[in-house]
């Protein structure tokens, strides 16, 4: 009780979640963001808890902090493939100096220090489902290789600080989530058929539809990512939602469930967009005692109405 904690990227999608999540839980929070791809509309009601502080910084400057802190939890980045191929440098630049000045900050403070990497580490994966022993399929040089070598740059300064500094560290690899608080414009697939289904306007589905995504509702998300936090774990751990679906068949579960009369139309697929995703979540079910309990039909019926 009354712990601190630091949330880079704290005003972004899941920033918001989990800092309303540790005030519920009686947590001071210190949301730092510089609103290159969040709003100040989402965090603005945490504003009234006099145990919220927001500093507006750019988290790739050093970060200055007095007093103790419990964690340092590094949420911090561009995580929207839209976002990252318009912004690739401050991508690359917040997963590698924002992630040292963050390692800093919780070694300075002795504090706990959670990176929040991403499904993107494993690439276009040739291991289906994915589980955390896999070392991925990521092409280096291609346009997202800036979201997932920084990431993954991000995972190994991690886990050099916590076995050089013995620093306290968590890993947690986040896979697509959905829910409240997206913006409209984020360009991720669930926010654009919403949006493109309760306008009537086609849903703009790449390639041929038939690549796998596995999605999870934001609140299933913050539970795990609560539980990893408390727990002693210092190797990466997947947070997701196994069950499957192709993108082909979202867009109809999404037209169904708007009552949408929004056709399809077909877009050129991106490059590097992995064909299929899908994590294996045994060891959070085993270390965290954690599974998403929310259906896709259940989360998108929780979501619409906050896009409409
Ligand atoms: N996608 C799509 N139509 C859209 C946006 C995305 O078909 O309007 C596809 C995209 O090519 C990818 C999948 O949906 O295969 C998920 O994309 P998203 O941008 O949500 O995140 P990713 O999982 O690729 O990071």
């Not at 009686?26 to 100040?40: Q, R």
């Not at 740059?153 to 829910?179: C, Q, S, W």
Request: aromatic share 10%; proline share 6%; glycine share 8%.
């Amino acid at each position: 009780m009354g712990k601190r904690v630091v949330i880079t990227g704290g005003a972004g999608f899941i920033g918001t979640h989990l800092c309303r999540r540790l005030l519920e839980s009686g947590y001071k929070v210190i949301c730092i963001d510089n609103f290159i791809s969040a709003s100040a509309v989402n965090s603005r009601p945490l504003n009234k808890d006099k145990n919220f502080t927001f500093i507006k910084q750019d988290i790739c400057k050093y970060i200055a902090l007095s007093g103790k802190l419990d964690y340092v939890l590094h949420c911090a980045s561009l995580a929207s493939p839209e976002d990252y191929l318009r912004f690739p440098i401050q991508t690359l630049k917040v997963g590698s100096l924002g992630t040292h000045n963050s390692l800093g900050l919780a070694k300075r403070k002795k504090a706990i220090f959670m990176l929040f990497s991403t499904s993107e580490v494993y690439g276009d994966p040739l291991v289906h489902p994915q589980k955390e022993s896999y070392w991925g399929n990521v092409n280096p040089i291609g346009v997202r290789s800036c979201y997932d070598e920084s990431k993954r740059f991000a995972e190994a300064l991690t886990m050099a600080y916590h076995r050089r500094h013995k620093l306290d560290a968590r890993i947690v690899r986040i896979f697509n989530t959905y829910g409240p608080g997206m913006r409209v414009n984020d360009g991720r697939v669930i926010p654009n058929f919403i949006y493109q289904a309760l306008h009537n306007k086609p849903l703009t589905v790449y390639g041929r539809g038939r690549q796998t995504r596995s999605f999870c509702y934001i609140e299933d998300l913050v539970e795990g990512l609560y539980r990893l936090m408390l727990s002693p774990i210092n190797e990466p751990v997947n947070l997701g939602n196994p069950n499957e679906f192709t993108i082909m068949q979202l867009a109809g579960l999404i037209l169904k469930i708007t009552g949408s009369k929004s056709k399809i139309v077909f877009k050129s697929l991106p490059q590097d967009d992995p064909r299929q995703r899908k994590p294996d979540i045994s060891k959070a079910k085993k270390a965290l005692k954690w599974e998403p309990r929310i259906s896709l039909t259940e989360g998108l019926k929780k979501t619409i109405p906050w896009f409409k």
